[in-house]
């Protein structure tokens, strides 16, 4: 069931819960983006959007690039991880939306309750 559809059920009170629960808990994309741009390339942003698989990941890439740098292998890692970090440029918009989406639709589901 949608979003829309789970809020059309509950009432003008319940709704402000849910809108004031929501302001709270939702990311925000400008952080989002800031995170990607400074700290990007240690996954700030995907630890940010709760994605911490791929955040250990890209950090993990991202330091031994550096301590294998040295010996040429290491800007391998570092070009993965140059490349995923302008990738996510394009996605993270689409990610923030789709987690808000689902803080949303956790807390409409508890209110209603």
Known sequence: ???????QQLDEKQLAIVQSELEQK???TVVGYILWFFLGQLGAHRFYTRRIGSAVA???LEILGWLTAIILIGFVFLAIVGV???VD???LH????EKNQQIEKE???QVAK
């Open 84 to 86: 995923w970090w302008i």
């Open 58 to 60: 890209m950090l993990v």
């Open 94 to 97: 689409g990610v923030i939306n």
């Open 1 to 7: 069931m949608s979003n829309v559809e789970l809020k």
């Open 107 to 109: 807390i409409v589901q």
């Open 89 to 91: 440029a394009f996605l």
């Open 26 to 28: 939702k990311l925000s």
